[in-house]
């Protein structure tokens, strides 16, 4: 059983920053498949980035086009907690925010229902 909270939502205006943090318990973090994923009102839940373990310090990153060059994603093995800094915030990033976990596989997963776990989420809302 793996339980994830995260923290670091709020309200920004556009063009602003704002790092989500997950922290993670339970489990082996360092070889989890990590997930962040949003899901704005009256839309479904749509993959934003993806961390894995390759082995060793190893580790990989993808990201949906939507995020790509604004946000980043990374770990703290210490602290069992993953990351999502965000930069150059837009309006349509306006969404709840979710973490997701599940074992590591060789190929970081864009699809939810393969994730184990999931946390409650936080809400960033980006006015214009």
């Known amino acids: 059983q793996v339980q994830l909270v995260e923290s670091g939502g709020g309200l920004v205006q556009a063009g602003g920053s704002l790092r989500l943090s997950c922290a993670a318990s339970?489990?082996?973090?360092?070889?989890?498949?990590m997930g962040w994923f949003r899901q704005a009102p009256g839309k479904e839940r749509e993959f934003v980035a993806g961390?894995?373990?390759?082995?060793?310090?190893?580790?990989?990153?993808d990201y949906a086009d939507s995020v790509k060059g604004r946000f980043t994603i990374s770990r703290d093995n210490a602290k069992n907690t993953v990351y999502l800094q965000m930069n150059s915030l837009k309006p349509d990033d306006t969404a709840v925010y979710l973490c997701?976990?599940?074992?590591?596989?060789?190929?970081?997963?864009?699809?939810?229902?393969?994730?184990?776990?999931w946390g409650q989420g936080t809400q960033v809302t980006v006015s214009s």
């Open positions: 961390h894995r373990w390759g082995g060793g310090s190893a580790y990989y990153a």
């Open positions: 339970g489990g082996t973090f360092r070889s989890y498949d």
């Open positions: 997701a976990v599940r074992p590591g596989r060789p190929q970081i997963a864009t699809t939810d229902m393969v994730y184990d776990y």
